[in-house]
């Protein structure tokens, strides 16, 4: 067994990074993608290794030559590199490839090495390794039937992405058994390549192959070995965090991306906080039904955007804003806003980000930090404060303070004559239903009063960016209208608030299976030795652990594709807390079994 590596080609599309070297010089966490190749297949007892090279050949070969590889390694030269596609590189290595069975690769591919394992133990002589197609994915696909024979081979161009569901992606590494390369691969290769000239692709005489009624190539899929395609920047900013050694800086890579997790489609996000149980599928196929229509048109000025969203709250369009997420909002609002602002701690965070100066901490020691609206006054009567802030359900303890004493908390606020705002992102998850501020009548008993709703969170929403303030003091409502873009919420946001209304039966149902599946993680949590778990009104969990870091469980989980969230750098008193997300019962059953092995 021999290997064929093809790198002549240039990596235009990573700029920068290969001005001066061939791409598989590329260093993805300090290693180049061809020593990491290299060093791998040394460990396979192969016959030789030959390189096609060309751009900035002599850097590569001079590099190559100084690894410790003790497989031969033999280099084929394509001077017309810049002119030529990898069906002449490979065309100028068939000598080779007729000699004895072969695995061969493209240089720009970054894989573990039991993809390869997975090749060579597989009694089949002729291989096309494959994955299952995922969005971050492109160019060439298949389709396979149950005996892996390739029953069709799609180029990029031609992929149906309605179809993705059936489709495979090509890894760029086979294996090609000897007789196969000798009597079938290199006639053909060498056929359309007199045909169709130097500007093709070896793939594209691999399909008309596949398409032969008998075929020696069977696929082989991945069973998740990673890998990754190095095509331009973000592919290589991807694959750092993948192929990342250390699991405490893998976890880091991950979640200081704040999300785009569908680049990594095995992760299971325990971490970021949404309902999992809306929208419904049939809300998913009206969106999708409309998706054209919304990708080519504007959307709505604010007007309309506050007019939707002041008729699914039921409330006066000029005591709402609508906002590019809760975020924006927040951002905007809390600039306008001078004097001495009260919080509660440990919190979320973004309202004390962006009021940086004259803050007043009420810190909660409490071992479950519990607090009540009564501890709010007690604590806060006696300061010198202009606004206070209020996150309930909180996070990340989970603590839910009921309706009735939100509303004595509106009025204390009022008889001090300060400004309380308010952030529900998460109270309709809690067990108490109908306890939303964001009506007529409670709007009108202090003008002061904000609310903030993150619909995002609580919608299962978040790529749509969707958040909500009101208040009845029209000026400050007039006035972050007038501060955010007026095209701050993209068509596709507008249209999801446009047809809410007819899912709401569904929602409060999405809510009624959030509960379950809340309590039935909590309880499952509680049956796990050396972690306490604190009470939760919203759809997330904080747990205490003991005899461990929280950071390592953090990491021990990634390891097994689950992320979470490490919060003991937050809370900040010497001990260990984790938070998980409230996700589908089936999910929550997952996580439970991998903290169950760890503990």
């Not at 394992?117 to 298949?142: E, I, N, Y």
């Not at 490490?566 to 260990?576: L, Y």
Request: net charge neutral.
């Amino acid at each position: 067994m021999q290997a064929i590596i093809l790198a002549a080609g240039m990596g235009k599309r990573l700029h920068e990074l290969t001005k001066n070297n061939t791409k598989c010089m590329v260093k993805v966490n300090g290693v180049p993608l061809i020593e990491r190749t290299l060093k791998i297949l040394d460990k396979k007892k192969l016959s030789r290794i030959v390189i096609v090279v060309g751009y900035k050949k002599q850097g590569l070969i001079e590099f190559v030559k100084n690894l410790d590889v003790r497989t031969p390694v033999v280099f084929v030269e394509n001077d017309d590199f810049d002119k030529t596609n990898n069906i002449y590189s490979l065309l100028l290595a068939k000598k080779y490839l007729q000699k004895e069975d072969t695995l061969l690769l493209e240089s720009d591919i970054i894989f573990e090495e039991a993809a390869i394992d997975l090749l060579l133990d597989d009694p089949r002589s002729t291989l096309a390794l494959v994955d299952k197609f995922a969005s971050w994915m492109d160019g060439t696909c298949l389709e396979l039937d149950a005996e892996d024979s390739i029953v069709e081979f799609i180029p990029g161009k031609y992929l149906r992405f309605e179809e993705k569901e059936n489709y495979y992606k090509t890894v760029n590494i086979y294996k090609f058994g000897k007789t196969f390369a000798s009597d079938v691969y290199v006639p053909f290769l060498e056929a359309y390549f007199k045909a169709m000239g130097v500007n093709e692709y070896y793939e594209s005489v691999i399909k008309l192959i596949a398409m032969l009624e008998h075929c020696e190539m069977k696929a082989k899929r991945l069973t998740g070995q990673k890998w990754y395609e190095i095509d331009d920047i973000q592919d290589l900013d991807i694959a750092s965090s993948i192929f990342e050694e250390s699991m405490e800086k893998k976890y880091e890579l991950i979640t200081s991306r704040y999300g785009g997790y569908w680049r990594y489609p095995t992760l299971l996000d325990f971490c970021y906080l949404v309902n999992p149980y809306f929208p419904t599928e049939k809300m998913v196929r009206e969106l999708k039904s409309n998706f054209e229509l919304l990708l080519l048109q504007y959307p709505s000025g604010m007007q309309v955007n506050s007019l939707l969203a002041a008729k699914n709250f039921g409330i006066n369009q000029e005591h709402i804003v609508i906002g590019n997420g809760a975020a924006e909002l927040i951002k905007y609002f809390m600039e306008t806003l001078d004097g001495t602002l009260g919080i509660i701690t440990p919190t979320f965070e973004e309202y004390r980000h962006r009021y940086k100066v004259n803050i007043v901490e009420f810190a909660i020691d409490s071992k479950d930090f519990r607090y009540t609206a009564n501890d709010i006054i007690n604590f806060f009567d006696k300061k010198e404060i202009n606004h206070l802030v209020i996150i309930n359900p909180d996070n990340p303890s989970g603590n839910y303070i009921p309706h009735v004493d939100i509303l004595m908390l509106i009025n204390w606020a009022k008889a001090k004559s300060i400004n309380i705002i308010i952030d529900e992102s998460f109270v309709d998850f809690a067990n108490e239903i109908n306890n939303t501020l964001i009506t007529e009548n409670i709007l009108s008993i202090y003008e002061n009063l904000y609310v903030v709703k993150s619909i995002s969170k609580s919608y299962g929403i978040p790529g749509l960016r969707l958040g909500v303030l009101a208040s009845s003091n029209k000026k400050m409502i007039a006035k972050l209208k007038k501060d955010v873009a007026i095209w701050n919420i993209n068509s596709f946001a507008e249209f999801f608030m446009q047809i809410f209304e007819k899912y709401k039966n569904e929602y409060a149902k999405s809510l009624e299976q959030l509960r379950i599946s809340r309590k039935e993680l909590i309880n499952s949590l509680k049956q796990l030795e050396k972690i306490d778990v604190f009470p939760s009104e919203a759809n997330y969990v904080l747990c205490e652990i003991h005899e461990n870091t929280s950071q390592r469980v953090a990491t021990e989980l990634l390891r097994d594709n689950i992320l979470i969230k490490d919060v003991a750098p937050k809370i900040k008193n010497g001990k260990q807390y984790i938070r998980v997300a409230v996700r589908t019962r089936e999910e929550n059953r997952h996580l439970i079994e991998s903290l169950r092995k760890m503990f």
